[in-house]
């Protein structure tokens, strides 16, 4: 890995050209290490993004005219290049936003395998043909790309779930605006830097850094973007949609989630606990396809349980640059004093606190924003920690007689994005598929597996009800045009 030897300020992308209006940066800090300043980052004005979305425009026009295979072909110099860099590119990701290395390096990845799959997007069909009743007609649907894309993306996932939204966004014809989480806006730029190498044409793909308060809320109101595709929390998704609803532009969200896993009585228990932890603590649960309830069949609720409590205390928490690291901070300040604040909750309402429950004061973690993996038991559906998404590494453990009630309180909460079964019972395995109220919903494997290939999005108020990902991600970043042919 390299040694930073300077610290970068890293400006928008606009037009083709590094560039900002203003002279004004911010810090984006290390949560290993508050000390630690990876890069300084544009702070954005207004200005700066209309003249995004107006290169956005321009560019389009000649993009659109291009064959799917051509601009294909531009993603898969993307990969190469994000290939190339995927080292560093992991590295700026780990020291930006603290997830282990290994994490880092397989979300990296994961971002050139998702370039690679939409290139080949681009020699598929995009329409089918129709019979008319009209004998010496011809009718067939194409598909038309909406224009100037405007993608906002949080911080948990800084190379993936860009990339994701920005390759079919391109190779549909689109072009794009990106709105990057500010506490990872240094690995997006090390994202775009790529995007740059490849040679797209200027004003195609556009980075624009700053405020929500300033270029997100500028990205909802932008008279001139077409559609809008967002990951992040509830309350921001929701002001997205109503914003993007009352000028007529088409939205995509991706929201949080509360994800369950059921450990049914015949489950294999060793296997149920190895991916609970995996898919409840790993990134420091900050996925939104975390495992936050663990409902269990309460004739095998102590032995899991102490299972569980036997792995979770062998846990290495540490900075993720550290090979022996298991687990790393929480990405910021906030995102620690929002986690701590829910464990108070969960203790005050009267949850019993297993393990962990506090802030890392080690020696080599102090200046860093960490939180000890936590177990809760005792935790019934009116608890606040069993309703609202916590973004952090808590378990809260629910013990349940049957499976019929089991899934009652897997259903039980606002959000619908994925969940898991751990069963080698057929029938159970066929009545969670068919009652569990998610987009997602896994069979021995934990929650948090997500494949490139597949759609994804979540039901309730985790998404808009739209897919992301797989061949499914036509249908937003397209429009269907119905052509009806007559000599």
Known sequence: ??????????????????????????ASINPANKNEIVGYISKS??????????????????????????????LYKVANALEARLEEVAETMTREMGKTFQEA????????????????EGMRKVGDVIPSTDSEAFMFTSRAPLGVVGVITPWNFPVAIPIWKIA????????????????????????????????????????????????????????????????GSDGVGKRVG?????????????????????????????????????????????????????????????????????????IKVGQGLHSDTWMGPCASESQLNTVLGYIEKGKAEGAVLLYGGSKCEAIGLENGFYVQPTVFENVNSNMTIAQEEIFGPVLALMKVDTMEEALEVANDVEFGLSASIFTTNIQKMLSFINEMEAGLVRINAESAGV???????????????????????????????????KG
């Open 451 to 485: 494949e490139l290939q597949a759609p994804f999005g979540g039901m309730k108020k985790s998404s808009s009800l739209s897919r992301e990902q797989g061949s499914a991600a036509i249908e937003f970043f397209t429009n269907i045009k119905t052509v009806f042919v």
């Open 242 to 314: 109503l914003g993007a609803f009352a000028r007529g532009a088409k939205y995509q969200l991706e929201m949080g989630g509360k994800n369950p896993v059921i450990v049914a009585e015949d489950a294999d228990l060793d296997l149920a606990v190895e991916a609970t932890i995996s898919g409840g603590l790993r990134s420091t649960g900050q996925k939104c396809t975390a495992t936050s309830r663990v409902i269990i069949q309460s004739s095998v609720y102590d032995v899991f349980k102490e299972k569980l409590l036997a792995k979770v205390k062998e």
């Open 168 to 231: 079919p966004a391109l190779v549909y014809g689109n072009t794009v605006v990106l709105k990057p989480a500010s506490e990872t806006a240094v690995t997006a730029a090390k994202v775009i830097e790529c995007f740059h190498e490849a040679g797209l044409p200027a004003g195609v793909i556009n980075m624009v850094m700053g405020s929500g308060s300033i270029i997100g809320q500028g990205i909802i109101d932008h008279p001139d973007i077409n559609g809008i595709t967002f990951t």
């Open 1 to 26: 890995m390299s040694v930073q030897t300077e610290i970068q300020t890293y400006l928008n992308y606009i037009n083709g050209e590094w560039q900002s209006s203003s002279n004004e940066v911010e």
């Open 45 to 74: 004005a207004k200005e700066d993004l209309d003249y995004a979305v107006t290169s956005a425009k321009h560019a389009q026009i000649a993009w659109r005219k291009l064959s799917g295979p051509a601009r294909g072909d531009y």
């Open 105 to 120: 390096k397989g979300e990296t990845a994961r971002g050139v395998a998702i370039l690679r799959y939409y290139a080949g």
